[in-house]
């Protein structure tokens, strides 16, 4: 039996620990822009069958601007994490100020065009926003962080 062990072991090769996640940012993007495109889509397709071209339109609008803002903190999140990962968290309170301020005026400055049905705008924007931030946190949550600094060999640590 000890024999039999020793040949599975000596033939496949061994497991090294993994470290945290590559690119943590970009994964929770793909992963948030993939649940929110399927929203979009049933909302899309729910404006459509109910108010026609116009009101799919407004759904496309809603979701898509979700998708653009949040995916804007995901990108400076990314860039930043990457130079300065205990800065990436004052990265996305900047950007966050920016993006209530720059949609907020964009709002007021250029107001709402004639054709877009306001329901379904709403209605697509809050579901965007919602399955958002769902599939955020699911992926959030499925990272890896390294809280402690791998041990050098030779400290004495070993076995």
């Keep these: 039996m000890n024999a039999s062990r020793q040949r599975r072991g000596a033939a496949a090769p061994a497991v ?8 943590p940012w970009l994964k ?9 495109g399927a929203c979009s889509l049933v909302a899309t397709l729910a404006a459509w069958l109910v108010a026609g071209s116009a009101g799919a339109a407004s ?15 995901l990108l400076i999140g990314h860039y930043v ?25 964009a709002v007021f400055i250029l ?9 379904w705008f709403f209605i ?3 579901a965007g926003v919602v399955v958002w931030q769902a599939a955020e946190v699911h992926a959030f949550s499925r990272i890896r962080h390294q809280i402690y600094a791998d041990p050098l060999p030779g400290n004495g640590t070993e076995g």
């Design 16 to 23: 090294a620990a993994s470290g945290p996640t590559r690119s």
């Design 28 to 36: 929770i993007l793909a992963t948030s822009s993939a649940a929110t």
């Design 59 to 73: 759904a496309v609008l809603g979701a898509a601007l979700v998708m653009v803002f949040f995916g804007i903190s």
């Design 81 to 105: 994490g990457r130079r300065n990962p205990s800065g990436a968290i004052g990265a996305f309170l900047a950007a966050y100020v920016i993006k209530v301020v720059g949609f907020g005026a």
């Design 111 to 119: 107001g709402a065009p004639a054709w877009l049905d306001r329901t």
């Design 124 to 126: 697509a924007a809050v």
